[in-house]
């Protein structure tokens, strides 16, 4: 999927672009809605993040695949 995404021949959502973007910015940022000092509770709202970006790249990724009409086996 990224290298037709390289190439121009897909073209990711908007939404995924921008979640992609605020999910990053989001990690590495240093202020949290919770605080990275905190042991555990502090990566949780971290970990939700990552959860929610992953689902998000999960459905672009079975776009890609109805669009491309590509099966895996």
Known sequence: MLTDVFRGN???SFITIAAFIAS?????FPLDL????IPVIGWIDDGVVIYFLSQRL???????LR???KVIV
């Open 58 to 64: 999960l459905r672009e990724t079975e776009r890609y």
């Open 34 to 37: 919770l605080p990275d000092f």
């Open 67 to 69: 669009r491309t009409q």
């Open 10 to 12: 897909y073209r990711l």
């Open 24 to 28: 990053f910015c989001y990690i590495i």
